[in-house]
């Protein structure tokens, strides 16, 4: 892409996960200078050798690259990367973990301390940009804290600028949004955050920043409960002998509602829908609000979770000692993370009930053994099935998909298949010998 010297916005991206590294390569690629920082020296470690962190398709291709070009950079201390190689960034964007609490608030203490350090180091006019999900009004209190420690007085303002990636897909998703938010307090830093985004020619929508950061809230909590609404429809269907497919299918085909989300299986997880919901359920309750509906699609969620389980329990009756194979533990396919997955409560029921359980993700394994113990990790899907009484799809992987079925019905004790996705075809599972089950469908 050939640019004008002038287009080239200095960034500094503080959080190297998986918004704040997709985010940093993305906008490197794009043609600007960034320079990613986080406070975990293994990550900038590994980032510095060319190792990717995370597991995201593509992610490394545009890594390397832009490293090669010398846009894009790593340090752990937020002084460097706002003053990086002698160039002041003009944008600092803020992408660190906002983890939820117990009481399902939102921890905000890792962006307080961000906010801090910004602050201590500025020198000429910054925008700082808050692109961590976070409830409405973070922006004010990063705005207090900021003046709070910026002893100099130097001109900053503070925008928000929600990310919609997805795990899975994000660098295509950052480089092609639906939309681009941008929450702006002032024409100046509309102007900044124009220009970084100018390349991507997406749709811009300009807002005041508290709505962009409820924009956030609203989309995943809608998205949310289009999924919780669909699986209860799915719980319908098992009950009458409809099949929710075919049901989805009729639904979606209406343009008011759209075919998307709109896939029957054992509920959302991740870092984002279930904390995020949680999130906008808590505030909204604060401020004197009770957002009823959101408490009904964490409640259905709870308990589609646990489908695989009580279909188990179905079919096995008494689980002590029974032998439970689960092809998948990544809360969606191609992603390692592991954060909020429905595998870890599904794992933790079925051990209370006494079963051996055998598993086996294709990219996430690794950091499931660092949560999930007691389990056999088993070495490819054939492996994990092998002398299972009963086998659980929980990720619809590729892989899966593309399984031997008939060699796999082979090494299983019981021809049992409970399909949590609805990754197979119930017809050609039953030809197989399979005695199959998956969600909403007869
Ligand atoms: N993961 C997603 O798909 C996704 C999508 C959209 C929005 N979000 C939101 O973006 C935010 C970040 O999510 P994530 O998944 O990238 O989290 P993450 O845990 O992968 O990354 C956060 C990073 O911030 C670093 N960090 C924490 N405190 C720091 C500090 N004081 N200084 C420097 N670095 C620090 C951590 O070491 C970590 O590498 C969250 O608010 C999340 O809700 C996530």
């Not at 293994?42 to 962190?53: H, N, R, S, T, Y």
């Not at 921890?107 to 801090?116: P, Y």
């Not at 949004?177 to 124009?194: F, H, I, M, T, Y």
């Not at 979770?305 to 179905?314: D, I, M, P, Q, Y």
Request: with cysteine; net charge positive.
């Amino acid at each position: 892409m050939k640019k004008n010297k002038n287009d080239k916005v200095n960034i500094c991206i503080v959080g190297a996960g998986y918004v704040g590294l997709v985010s940093g390569a993305c906008l490197a690629e794009i043609g600007h200078r960034v320079v990613c920082v986080d406070s975990d020296p293994k990550k900038i470690a590994v980032l510095e050798k060319g190792v990717m962190p995370i597991y995201e398709e593509g992610l490394e291709r545009v890594v390397k690259k832009n490293v090669k070009a010398k846009r894009l950079f790593f340090t752990n201390s937020i002084k460097d990367g706002m003053h990086h190689g002698g160039r002041r960034a003009e944008a600092i964007f803020i992408a660190v973990g906002t983890p939820p609490r117990e009481d399902g608030s939102a921890d905000l203490s890792a962006i307080e301390k961000v906010a801090e350090q910004i602050a201590h180091n500025l020198s000429d006019y910054t925008v700082i940009v808050e692109k961590s999900t976070v409830p409405v009004e973070t922006c004010e209190w990063i705005n207090k804290t900021v003046l709070r420690h910026n002893k100099n007085h130097i001109p900053f303002d503070v925008a928000s600028n929600p990310e919609f990636l997805r795990e899975g897909t994000a660098v295509g998703d950052f480089l092609k949004p639906d939309r681009v938010v941008l929450g702006c307090p002032s024409k100046q830093a509309e102007a900044v955050l124009r220009k970084i985004y100018k390349p991507m020619k997406s749709a811009v929508l300009v807002t005041d920043v508290k709505s962009a950061e409820l924009i956030k809230h609203a989309s995943n909590s809608f998205l949310s409960t289009k999924i919780s609404f669909i699986n209860a429809v799915a719980n319908v269907c098992e009950k009458t002998g409809a099949d929710i497919e075919a049901v989805a299918k009729g639904m979606g085909l209406d343009k008011r509602i759209g075919m998307s989300f709109l896939k029957a299986g054992i509920g959302f997880g991740g870092f984002c829908f279930p904390k995020d919901l949680e999130a906008f359920y808590w505030l909204s309750h604060r401020k004197g609000y009770d957002f009823e509906l959101l408490k009904a699609v964490k409640a259905i969620n709870e308990s589609q979770k646990l489908w695989l389980v009580k279909k188990t329990e179905e079919e096995l009756w008494n689980l002590e000692g029974k032998t439970v194979a689960l092809l998948g533990l990544a809360f969606k396919p191609n992603t390692d993370d592991m954060r909020f997955a429905p595998s870890i409560d599904i794992i933790a029921e079925l051990l209370k009930r006494g079963v051996k359980v055998r598993a086996y993700d294709p990219v996430s394994q690794n950091n499931a053994k660092k949560i999930i113990k007691g389990i056999y990790f088993a070495k490819d899907a054939y492996d994990c099935v092998t002398g299972a009484d009963c086998v659980c799809l929980v990720t619809e992987w590729d892989e899966f998909a593309k399984l031997d079925l008939k060699k796999a019905l082979a090494l299983a004790k019981h021809p049992i298949m409970l399909d949590g996705r609805n990754l197979y075809a119930p017809a050609r599972m039953r030809e197989l010998g399979w005695t199959y089950k998956s969600v909403g469908r007869q």
